[in-house]
């Protein structure tokens, strides 16, 4: 069955620290992933495909076969980049998605 | 262009009592979505449609029912209300065709269940 782990509850850095958080998946196939973030009083929204291979606001993610992850990096973590994280993995017609980071960014 | 609109947006109900949540979208998309948001679970998938008249459960169906009667609209009832549906309920919908598809994802309905 797929699942979507996303270890930290909560990560907190200070601004213009490199930031990582982590994703790992179990899935048979080969995964399509997703980030998605919700910023206070937005709606969710996709942040990065990895099908697409960009890179959204200074944010990238990998995806690793071997080790079964998505882990989403920036190098320099900005105060706007608060936000709720949620790592996504679509299998058929069905997204399932991780029980979020939440990504505190200190001045 | 609204995109996707969820109604209503709060609601208390005591145990028992039925409700409906309305999902509306504009964008002419065949797929939609009900998840539950609850702290420390993520979004958990409840029931899904690929298009107009078809239904399918999720990871968390049961207590709800869901009809897509027209291709814009997907209802999430409640029939009997438990203090365990209390939750926040997003609806999303995707056009999914080929790789990459993207949900997109209402405001959300917090619902509370006295």
């Known amino acids: 069955a797929q699942r979507v782990t996303q270890p930290e509850k909560l990560l907190s850095v200070f601004k213009g620290a490199p930031v990582e958080l982590k994703c790992n998946y179990s899935y048979s196939g080969s995964p399509e992933l997703f980030w998605y973030v919700q910023y206070s009083r937005q709606r969710l929204q996709l942040l990065l495909r990895h099908i697409s291979r960009e890179s959204i606001k200074g944010f990238t993610a990998d995806l690793n076969k071997g080790e079964t992850s998505f882990h989403l990096k920036k190098p320099f973590a900005q105060e706007e980049d608060s936000a709720m994280y949620y790592c996504?993995?679509?299998?058929?017609?069905?997204?399932?998605f991780g029980s979020g980071t939440k990504l505190n960014v200190k001045p | 262009n609204a995109g996707v609109t969820q109604t209503p947006k709060f609601r208390v109900l005591k145990t028992g009592q039925s409700m409906t949540l309305l999902c509306a979208q504009d964008m002419n998309h065949e797929y939609m979505y009900w998840y539950r948001q609850d702290p420390g679970m993520g979004l958990r998938l409840i029931h899904y449609s690929v298009g107009e008249g078809t239904t399918a459960k999720g990871e968390v169906p049961d207590g709800y029912n869901v009809s897509r009667l027209k291709k814009q609209n997907f209802l999430l009832g409640l029939e009997s209300a438990a203090p365990s549906q209390t939750s926040v309920y997003f609806c999303?919908?995707?056009?999914?065709?080929?790789?990459?598809?993207?949900?997109?994802f209402g405001e959300g309905s917090r619902l509370t269940v006295l």
């Open positions: 999303a919908s995707s056009y999914l065709r080929g790789p990459g598809g993207e949900l997109f």
């Open positions: 996504a993995l679509l299998n058929f017609n069905k997204f399932y």
